[in-house]
Every structure is written in C-alpha cells, then in structure tokens.
C-alpha cells in the first residue's frame, strides 16, 4: 500500500469558492497504484502555507507520495514550484520532463508548466497542473514508474 498525500494549491477552493475537481482525478489515478491517501487539503496560493504542508506531510506523517495540484503557471500567484523548491532534497528531472512531454502531444501550453518533482527523505512530491484534464495527462504519463520509484526510495526489495 503506498501513502498518499493530495495537496491543492486553489485560493478560491480554500475559500469553498471552487470545487477540487483536480484532486478528484488524482484519486482516481492513486486507486490504479495501491495508494491509500492519508492526508487531503486544499490550501490558498502561498509559498509558506504549501512549504508547511509539503514539510509536515512528509516528515511528521511519513507519506510515501505527496501529489499536489495547481500552481504549477505563470501567474504571479502560480507558487507551488517555489514551495516544493524550499522542502525538496533532491530534484528528480525526468519525472517532470516526462509530463510536459506528454501535455505537448494535446497543446503547446504544456511547455508553459513549471512543475517538478523531487524528494524529501523517503517522500516523492509531485507537482501536478491545476486542472483535471492536466492531472490526468500527466498522471498517464509516471503512472507505470512511481511504484518502482518508490521501491527504490523506501529501500523496498525489487527485481532488477
């Protein structure tokens, strides 16, 4: 079973202003890897209100993934790179890569995206793009790898 974590980054979902129909997508695509998700929260457009949730999440709760949705842009409010930036240890390219690459065979904006992903300690964060048709272009695109992933960030016994 892998511990998930949903993070949605939305000012006006925070304020029940709009409907998480993002972080709905992504719990469909976790029930397709095993995942359990855990932890759940929609929280305004803030770099320290994300940083503390991706910090508590992964080292207070011990999750295994931490998905996020949202802010992944280039609005001045679009900061969840930066935040993940501020807690992650180590960058792990090719997973972001690899979901602009896929967003490109739908639209060209998908080179807009500043997602990325990385790690801290035994803990994969995801950043994901705001919107259900993102998520589940992106989501498509690592699926297959994150439960190989994260064998190998928890030091789980794997098949080589």
Not at 24 to 43: H, S, T
Not at 70 to 78: E, N, V
Not at 108 to 133: C, D, E, Q
């Amino acid at each position: 079973m892998i511990r998930v974590g949903i993070l949605t980054a939305s000012t006006l979902g925070a304020r029940g202003e709009r409907e998480d129909t993002s972080g709905l997508a992504i719990r469909e695509f976790v029930a397709q890897i095993d995942g359990n998700v855990e932890a759940y929260r929609v929280v305004t457009d803030d770099r320290t209100i994300i940083a503390t949730a991706l910090r508590e999440w992964a080292d207070d709760l011990g999750l295994d993934l931490i998905l996020t949705t949202g802010g992944t842009g280039l609005s001045p409010t679009d900061v969840t790179p930066e935040a993940t930036r501020d807690v992650i240890e180590r960058e792990v390219p090719g997973l972001a890569e690899a979901m602009r690459l896929e967003g490109l065979k739908y639209t060209p904006r998908a080179m807009l995206s500043r997602a990325m992903v990385g790690i801290r300690g035994r803990t994969l964060i995801v950043n994901l793009p705001g919107s259900p048709k993102g998520v589940r272009e992106s989501l498509g695109a690592i699926l297959g790898v994150l439960p190989h992933a994260l064998e190998i960030l928890q030091r789980r016994p794997t098949d080589h």
